[in-house]
């Protein structure tokens, strides 16, 4: 949410807060604003795809911060879209402005644009390290809110929402969180910050009740609008209606202080709302009659059903979920089986799910690409088709074709994870939050699916040149369906990628486990990609994730038992010479970002589908598997037309690593390989489309390590797990 103005007031306050030796507590984080913050204003690359690596160790270095001050951080995200549709109209206009800025962007100009897998990565790495989370079926404010106050700590966000709640442990803003620079002695470290609390605020404006600070919100206006006749409301709080406020208002700088003025004579909102109700009274019966039960109760009713958006309750939902407590769910997401409830929770699915069962409707972010052609989301559409067909189609005739289909699949075999088991993950237990108040609108897209012969279709909103377009998307069939998703075989869901994909397991089989998504995603990619990507291109983008297992492998403290090891070391370092750097006056390579952005447009779909099916494949470790300053400085080398064999001179492994991704890529693009029913179902729709999603991390389905193959013989076994040699977990 935000207060407009709000921020600005406030911290143009300085004794409106207090400097705190931060340490010794538990923290409630706002993910998403951690992870915006995090990667804006550290100058992390946006215009190249994102720097994903960068980012995982920036990330790690905050955690590891918190961890010298023994603060405990809990990591709360937002899901979908508000069922209500409140913020919709909010949400588009930031879209669209989004599409602007990434235009901006490709020209080599100023904007700001989250690279796509931003999200992904954060909640891997806070799996992979530890960290609890939860993941609210929609806007996660006030379950943040709440779950502060019962503990009585602070909160850490970059949202003036936060201005208004009333948090005994206070705010902590993030732009006063001095985490990178650590004072105290080693037993005795501590994070400089500025906490607010209301109380400062109050206090100034002649102790106002801390309960009407909810009505100045809604009055100013947040990112749920304001009631249709507050603004003609604000126009009547003149000079002599404020005149009760004690002769200050004259002085007022802003809107929001002349409405807190005005508040701060009132001793509890009803008294305010009673104001509210008598002024627009006097403004109907002047302005033609509307009465007195118009304007009066309708705006007050409004007013006080807004404010309770700041309501915050004496018990959390979410503080059972952080105690460990191993509970059956409540209360399940919008209709969904409860495997995917709890996965949903567990920031294990993407709130892309929720919003299609929910709302029917997916709001596609833009990349950095060219916009004088089709969006890169075009390329990956048919992937969100078959999701959209195993959550919204229903019928006695598909269930009878969910038999046949899965008792031919059956007969095919296939590796694959996952098995449909959800885990708790980190101590964090299985309890579904009971008062998060969703599912408001689960049986509507559901109900009107059964039995029903209109059309079925998902609202896409995605770009058209540099407008914000909606497009109706019809639903792929598909033999797997939403209620019986948690008892289909391994082999089935894996079936069931592989047909989407486009790719035979035999294709894959001498792929790293951890890779095979990677992999098959960037044979699709290259069969849809419009205009196809060159051979440079592919290159560049597998000599990427050779990039990236050597990574994985040179992190500090990994010991590697291979004697040539320090070969391979020398490669890692001359593949990243060759990055993209800050300054460089070369202008981006526009045609070649447009390429990778539908690759990633793809592997973000591809990654929420395999979430929907319980990860039958392992998710990659994506903070390891593209960098875009790397990728466009390999693609740059490669087109001086130099060979990138070169590149990997004594390094055996990567280079036996790279002619296994490479020959694997070119059989899963190759046309006998492609399954005729997913061409048929691809070539018969354009598409536009994007998405914002995928997740690493323990939980359903290996992911992350197993470096093993038949090619590439145990060489890069130190990333080999053992969950991830147990096919049935």
């Not at 530890?130 to 404010?141: I, K, N, R, S």
């Not at 000079?239 to 004579?265: C, D, F, N, P, Q």
Request: glycine content about 12%.
């Amino acid at each position: 949410m935000g207060v407009q103005g709000l921020t600005t007031f406030v911290e143009g306050n300085r004794h409106f807060f207090q400097d705190v030796k931060f340490r010794d507590s538990r923290l409630v984080i706002d993910g998403c604003s951690l992870y915006f913050r995090l990667y804006f204003n550290h100058g992390l690359d946006q215009q190249h795809g994102g720097d994903y690596d960068a980012f995982a160790s920036l990330l790690i270095q905050f955690l590891s911060a918190l961890a010298a001050c023994n603060i405990q951080p809990y990591v709360v995200l937002d899901g979908g879209i508000d069922p209500s549709d409140k913020k919709f109209p909010t949400l588009r206009q930031r879209l669209q402005s989004k599409i602007k800025e990434a235009d901006s962007l490709s020209h080599g100009r100023n904007g700001s644009v989250l690279p796509i897998l931003t999200r992904d990565v954060f909640i891997q790495v806070l799996i992979q390290r530890g960290v609890p989370l939860f993941q609210c079926p929609a806007e996660a404010d006030r379950e943040i809110a709440c779950l502060a106050h019962q503990w009585n700590c602070p909160v850490l966000t970059n949202d003036s929402d936060f201005y208004i709640f009333d948090l005994p442990g206070g705010y902590l803003p993030f732009r006063f969180f001095q985490w990178t620079n650590l004072n105290g002695k080693a037993s005795q470290r501590y994070i400089s910050v500025r906490r607010y609390t209301t109380n400062g605020l109050c206090r100034l404006f002649r102790g106002m009740n801390r309960e009407l600070l909810p009505l100045c919100a809604v009055l100013t206006g947040n990112d749920y609008g304001t009631p249709k006749d507050a603004e003609t409301l604000l126009g009547l709080l003149d000079a002599s209606t404020l005149a009760r406020g004690g002769g200050r208002v004259k002085g007022a700088s802003s809107r929001i202080e002349v409405i807190l003025l005005w508040l701060s004579s009132f001793s509890n909102p009803a008294e305010a709302l009673e104001e509210v109700s008598q002024l627009m009274q006097e403004e109907g019966r002047g302005g033609g009659g509307r009465g007195k039960r118009g304007p009066k109760g309708g705006l007050s009713s409004q007013l006080w059903a807004a404010m309770q958006e700041y309501h915050i309750t004496p018990q959390s939902s979410l503080a059972p979920w952080f105690s460990g407590a191993k509970v059956l769910p409540a209360v399940q997401i919008s209709g969904l089986p409860e495997c995917l409830s709890l996965a949903a929770a567990q920031g294990l699915l993407a709130p892309l799910v929720v919003d299609v069962v929910v709302m029917r409707r997916v709001l596609l972010i833009p990349q950095v690409e060219n916009s004088k052609l089709a969006s890169s989301h075009c390329s990956a559409r048919a992937i969100r088709q078959a999701m959209y067909g195993i959550l919204l189609q229903r019928g006695e005739d598909v269930q009878a074709q969910d038999i046949r289909a899965q008792e031919n699949f059956r007969g095919r075999g296939g590796r694959g994870r996952g098995g449909g088991q959800v885990r708790g993950g980190r101590g964090q237990g299985v309890t579904l939050p009971a008062q998060l108040g969703i599912g408001v609108a689960a049986g509507a897209a559901t109900v009107q699916a059964q039995g029903s012969s209109a059309p079925i279709y998902v609202e896409e909103y995605d770009r058209l040149d540099l407008n914000l377009k909606k497009n109706q998307v019809d639903l792929l069939r598909n033999p797997l369906r939403l209620d019986t998703l948690g008892q289909a075989p391994v082999a089935v869901r894996l079936g069931v990628l592989h047909e989407v994909l486009g790719v035979k397991e035999s294709a894959l089989s001498s792929v790293p486990l951890h890779l095979r998504l990677a992999v098959a995603v960037t044979g699709f990619w290259l069969r849809e990609a419009i205009p196809t990507p060159s051979q440079p291109l592919l290159q560049s983008l597998v000599l990427g994730m050779v990039y990236g297992e050597l990574s994985w492998n040179n992190q500090p403290g990994v010991t590697n038992p291979q004697s040539n090891w320090a070969a391979e070391r020398n490669v890692w370092a001359g593949l990243d010479r060759l990055r993209v750097r800050p300054g460089e006056r070369r202008g981006l390579d526009v045609g070649a970002a447009h390429s990778l952005s539908q690759w990633q447009a793809c592997l973000w779909s591809a990654l929420c589908l395999d979430q929907l099916l319980l990860l039958p494949m392992p998710e990659p470790h994506l903070s390891w598997l593209y960098s875009g300053t790397l990728v466009h400085g390999l693609l740059r080398y490669l087109k001086g037309g130099r060979p990138p064999e070169s590149l990997l001179v004594g390094g055996y492994l990567s280079g036996q690593l790279y002619s296994c991704l490479l020959d694997a890529v070119k059989n899963c693009s190759s046309k006998s390989h492609h399954h005729s029913s997913s061409t048929a179902g691809r070539r018969r729709r354009g598409g536009s489309g994007r998405g914002r999603r995928g997740r690493g991390g323990r939980g359903r389905g290996a992911r992350g390590g197993g470096r093993e193959t038949e090619d590439v013989n145990n060489r890069f076994a130190l990333l080999m797990s053992e969950e991830e040699s147990d096919d049935d977990y």
